[in-house]
Every structure is written in structure tokens, then in C-alpha cells.
């Protein structure tokens, strides 16, 4: 691609305050999948996730004389991708007059329900029925299980992303995984 | 059985004291692997290498409006610990310069103080509560000390009023 391809992230980033396009190019094209789809993941709809992810590259370039060397830089771009994700995802919802609701209850909800194994569907009926259940959850949780499971990411940098606390972060997860399972089970069973 | 992506242990971890027997938590645990391979085959749809191109194109070109890499020192002055410093060194430079003008500027004459004296080419003019104690009977007193030449001798004149104001009092001392 150019000269930076085997450089590191940090120095990319210092080369980028400096204001070097090719290692702003570099830099993209090594990250842009995985933002793609922390983007795509949280706000669920193809049609905004593009808008949404140029928005985040736009903050990342113009804030990128701010970053810090303290943290990765991979790390700093995940954090970025998914609060601008969140706002994109609010602000869809807003505009269609729809709310996000973060339902304490859905744990009481289905922690009575029998566990039983869903079974798997395939085609495009799944992918639907799947996309579906991540609308229902609220985007706080479906934000915080698409970073642990999806990205693999730490749970205090979870915490960090979203503002709250560990446990708080837990519970986010756990609510999530309940309720999908509740959910996907219902769907799949229609 | 155990899973790396999602352990078992952090499984226990999320799901505290919900199951009676071993083979209860482990047939849940199960069911969320499964769980985990469903939603796996949530597709994400790939990104072309044309889109890529114009998200970046866009989003470099659109950075230049609010940051300047022609002076990137500039970012160093933007850390918080930095900012709230200069602001604090900027506020006590404020603050002196401030209590500085206040104690240079002259000091206004107060109806309250002593004795103001108010000083022009040819006459001072006295008034303060000294001047109100000298004649108690007199409102608003004030005497006016007039010399119309430097050889001349100085003329002394009480000013003021009596009765609220009803009758004016012109009294050479």
C-alpha cells in the first residue's frame, strides 16, 4: 500500500499530527473493518452504518492531535466507534420516534424461563429473526456484549467506553445474554 | 466444553447462584455457546474498497476545519492539566492587574468621610462630617475658601441651609 505498512500505530499517529495523508491512509485501511463492525453491530441498520462510520473517522482525524500515547491506539478507536455509534443509534431513534428502553425487568423476565437450545435456523429468515432480537435489547447492553464477545475487549475498558462501573458493565452482559436467548427463542419457535 | 471466547468461569462470573447442580449450570452454559453460534451468523456486510476510499477521502479532507497540523504543538497546550493551569496562572495575572488599577484609581469622595476637601485654581471647598460637627445647626454645610489673588487675603464662607431646605445660609467667617 505505502511506506507505513510495517510501522506501528503509535508512530502512525504521530506522523498523522504532523500531518502525513499516507500514514492517515495507513492508518484507515488496518482499522476500518474493525470499526465497520463495532459500527455496524450497535447501530443495525446498513443504511447508517456508512454515515456513522465516516463520522467516527472524521473525530478520530480531527482529534487525533489529542490522543495520548498512555493508551493503544486500537483501544482509542474501539472507544471512539462505539459512543459515536450510540449517539448515531439515539439519534436514529429519536428521529423515528422510537424509544430505547433499558428494561431492568427483562432479567426477572426471563430468569424464569427454561433453558432450552435454540436451535439453529439458517438462511435469511435467521439473520432477521437475529437482528431483530438486537433491536429489542438496549443499545447500553448490546454495546457492551458486541465489545466483550465480538472484540474481545477487557472489561474495564468496556466500562471506560460506556462511563459506568465494572459491575455495572456485568450487568449490562447479563441482561443482554438473558434476554437474547429469550428472544431468539420466541422468534425461532414462530 | 469450555469455550476461550467465553469461559465457563466467566460464565459463573456473570450468572452468580443461579443454578442448584453442577449439571444445571452446565446444560445452561450450553445453551449460551449456543447462543454465542447463533448470533455469529449475523452477517456483517463487507465494506467495498470504493466506499473505503470515499469515507476516507472525506473524513481527511473534512478534519482540516477544526485542527491545524501545521502547528501540532498547538495539542499540547489542549491537555486538560495544562489548560486548567494556564488558567489559573491567567486568572491570578487577572486579578493582580485588577487589585493594582483599584489601587491607583483615585479615590472617590464620599459623603461619609471626615473631611473631603475639593481643590480648584482659586478655592477649596470643605465639607464631611467635621464641617457638619463644627455647625450642628446648618444642613449640608460646607465652607468655601476663596483667595482670588496669591497676595490676596483668603475669604472664609459657610454654605448651607436650615429649616429642610426652606432657607439658604451664606455666612462669611
Redesign the interface.
Known amino acids: 500500500m505505502n511506506g507505513h505498512d510495517w510501522t506501528s500505530d503509535k508512530a502512525l499517529i504521530e506522523a ?4 502525513d ?1 499516507d500514514a ?2 495507513c492508518l ?2 488496518r482499522h ?2 474493525r470499526v ?2 463495532i459500527c ?2 450497535i447501530v443495525l441498520d ?1 443504511s447508517l ?2 454515515d456513522c ?2 463520522e467516527v ?2 473525530k ?7 490522543f ?1 500515547c498512555q493508551r493503544s491506539v486500537a483501544a482509542w478507536l474501539n472507544a471512539v466507534a462505539a459512543n459515536t455509534a450510540i449517539d448515531y443509534y439515539r439519534r436514529s431513534r429519536r428521529q423515528s420516534n422510537r424509544v430505547d428502553i433499558d428494561d431492568p425487568q427483562v432479567e426477572s423476565l426471563v ?1 424464569d424461563e427454561e ?4 436451535q ?1 435456523v ?1 438462511g435469511p429468515l ?2 432477521q429473526r ?2 431483530e432480537a ?1 433491536e429489542e435489547i438496549s443499545v447500553s447492553q448490546r454495546t457492551a456484549f458486541v465489545l466483550r ?1 465480538y472484540e ?1 475487549m477487557p472489561l474495564p475498558e468496556i466500562a471506560g467506553i460506556l462511563g459506568c462501573r465494572e459491575g455495572t458493565v ?1 450487568t449490562h ?2 441482561r443482554c ?1 438473558l434476554a ?2 429469550a428472544k ?1 427463542l420466541t422468534k425461532l419457535n414462530q | 466444553m469450555d469455550n476461550p ?2 469461559s465457563l468461569e466467566e460464565f459463573k ?3 452468580p447462584d ?1 443454578f442448584e447442580s453442577q449439571e ?1 449450570l452446565l ?2 452454559y ?3 455457546l ?6 455469529d ?5 463487507t ?1 467495498s474498497d470504493r ?2 476510499a470515499e ?2 477521502r ?3 479532507q ?2 482540516s ?3 491545524r ?2 502547528w ?1 504543538w ?2 499540547w497546550l ?2 486538560p492539566a495544562v489548560t486548567f493551569a494556564t488558567g489559573i496562572v491567567l486568572g491570578c495575572v487577572l486579578m493582580f492587574a485588577v487589585a493594582r488599577s483599584r489601587a491607583a484609581a483615585p479615590q472617590p469622595t464620599s459623603p461619609q468621610q471626615a473631611l473631603a476637601v475639593e481643590r480648584t485654581s482659586y478655592t477649596q471647598i470643605y465639607t464631611g462630617k467635621v464641617v457638619e460637627r463644627l455647625y450642628p445647626q446648618i444642613e449640608n454645610p460646607k465652607i468655601v475658601v476663596e483667595r482670588p489673588r496669591e497676595s490676596s487675603k483668603p475669604q472664609r464662607v459657610l454654605y448651607g441651609t436650615l429649616d429642610e431646605g426652606e432657607t439658604y445660609v451664606v455666612w462669611n467667617l
Open positions: 498523522i499530527q504532523r500531518g495523508r492517515a491512509a484507515y485501511h476500518i473493518d465497520h463492525r455496524h453491530r446498513p452504518t456508512l462510520v465516516q473517522w472524521l478520530v482525524f480531527r482529534s487525533v492531535g489529542r495520548r430468569a433453558a432450552e437450545d435454540v439453529p439458517d435467521m439473520q437475529i437482528c438486537l464477545y474481545d456485568r452482559i447479563r445474554l437474547l436467548r431468539l | 471466547r467465553f462470573a456473570l450468572l443461579r444445571k446444560s445452561e450450553q445453551s449460551f449456543m447462543l454465542l453460534e447463533q448470533l451468523r449475523l452477517d456483517v456486510p465494506l466506499d473505503k469515507i476516507f472525506r473524513s481527511w473534512g478534519r476545519r477544526s485542527w497540523p501545521a501540532p498547538l495539542g489542549r491537555q
